[in-house]
């Protein structure tokens, strides 16, 4: 599943080749690009998607927008937040989804054994 999910603005550095800020995702805090929203500053809130903030919102919506997906399921948002930055990983609080074993059966005759 793929989320925009809002978060606070809390550092901005423009010393590499794009803009980059640290962003607080109600704790959880994260690197994002800013090259999208140029206009962002420290204390704006935006929407973040695989790492790239996307649009600017106000706080009282980014607020709204959190409690609700806090409700939805609170582990699916810590899951989504660590799969967003694959480098940093998930939060520490935030474990991998169970692995699920398929059976495979190749197509065709078995492979011959030597007598």
């Known amino acids: 599943m ?15 080749p794009l803009r980059m800020g640290k962003i607080d995702f109600g704790g959880v805090r ?3 690009c800013l090259a999208y929203v140029p206009e962002v500053a420290i204390g704006d809130y935006v929407i973040v998607h695989v790492g790239f903030a996307i649009s600017r919102l106000d706080e009282d919506e980014a607020l709204k927008t959190l409690e609700l997906l806090r409700m939805i399921d609170a582990d699916m948002v810590e899951m989504e937040l660590g799969s967003m930055f694959a480098p940093d990983g998930p939060p520490a609080a935030a474990a ?17 054994t030597a007598s």
């Open 30 to 32: 994260k690197e994002a």
């Open 96 to 112: 991998p989804p169970a692995a699920t074993a398929v059976a495979f059966t190749p197509m065709g005759p078995p492979p011959a």
């Open 2 to 16: 793929c989320l925009g999910i809002p978060g606070k603005v809390v550092e901005i550095s423009d010393d590499g």
